[in-house]
């Protein structure tokens, strides 16, 4: 798993390792070792993606990357990702205080269901926020093409879009306005008298399975220069599961929801025995495939009434 820290290791070990080791007569005559590459080429991601860019010892302006001596800071911008879970997590917090200004109840059953409501949003408003912004990392490492940023930036759309559709259902059911329900594979979302929020987690949710296959699909048959994307995805993945274990589930007829669901949980165990359990990237990638699968794919265990949202079935 590369990064600054890994590359200045590497650096200061090798030299380190030469510096130990016994010249002979011919000491001091020629180097004994060779970095590649001295300064940054960026002009190799148009063939090698992220990968070819960044290997030098200096960057393509000049300036130093590696410091042989002294502590090093792995990401000089940290700061970023507290500062997006600060702002996700309000966004959160001020959607739930919004809907009980609108909706006020002063009963302790009902305030209660607020706390957990509100307490349930902030945090996956917290986690969408960092989460995004690693996501957009990726994409201005990754896409150096108008391809690449019109597919990674369309997988981002559909993950985030079902992130905060999901974290909208499941406020709703935690604060009593929604009871978990079948929810319709977007087919029958589309066909019938669906809410809008419900219509919109339906396509939401599709486009974000066939997003996966596709991914899985190169990733398995063409991996060369292909990057794990796997940010965003961890966030609809853990609450679709969040929905599904309060019985909130797509419906059995959700038919080519749960077809792209399980093709992606056959591509999750494949990359796991073509990668293996060290390349820990591609494991998380595989088990976010794998959670995805679970929500859709689990079987209705609970009866689901009717709601307002038109729903259930």
């Not at 590649?36 to 990968?51: L, N, S, T, V």
């Not at 490492?141 to 391809?147: K, T």
């Not at 296959?213 to 220069?225: E, K, N």
């Amino acid at each position: 798993m590369p990064g600054r820290l890994q590359q200045t290791r590497f650096v200061r070990e090798v030299l380190a390792a030469d510096a130990r080791t016994p010249l002979g007569s011919e000491a001091g005559a020629w180097p004994r070792l060779n970095l590649i590459e001295g300064f940054d080429q960026p002009w190799k991601r148009r063939q090698e993606g992220a990968m070819g860019g960044y290997w030098g010892a200096f960057d393509a302006d000049g300036r130093q990357r590696v410091s042989l001596h002294g502590p090093v800071v792995a990401d000089p911008h940290w700061w970023r990702i507290p500062l997006a879970m600060v702002v996700g997590s309000s966004a959160g917090l001020l959607w739930t205080l919004r809907r009980g200004i609108r909706r006020p109840d002063t009963s302790g059953t009902r305030r209660r269901r607020r706390v957990m409501a509100a307490a349930a949003t902030g945090l996956a408003g917290s986690a969408i926020g960092a989460l995004t912004l690693l996501q957009w990392q990726m994409l201005v490492d990754w896409s150096h093409r108008p391809l690449d940023w019109l597919l990674g930036g369309s997988v981002a759309v559909a993950a985030g879009l079902c992130a905060l559709l999901a974290t909208a259902r499941l406020g709703r059911i935690l604060d009593g306005d929604s009871s978990p329900a079948a929810r319709p594979g977007v087919v029958a979302a589309l066909r019938a008298a669906s809410a809008p929020a419900m219509r919109g987690l339906a396509l939401a949710q599709a486009a974000l399975l066939a997003s996966v296959v596709l991914m899985a699909l190169g990733l398995l048959f063409d991996g060369r220069y292909r990057p794990l994307v796997w940010p965003l995805l961890a966030a609809p993945a853990s609450l679709l599961l969040a929905l599904t274990v309060l019985g909130d589930r797509v419906d059995r007829g959700a038919g080519l929801e749960r077809a792209l669901a399980t093709v992606g949980a056959m591509a999750a165990v494949c990359l796991i025995a073509q990668e293996g359990l060290a390349n820990t990237q591609a494991l998380g990638q595989a088990l976010i495939w794998l959670g995805l699968a679970a929500a859709v794919c689990w079987p209705q265990g609970l009866p689901c009434a009717s709601g307002s949202d038109g729903g259930g079935r």
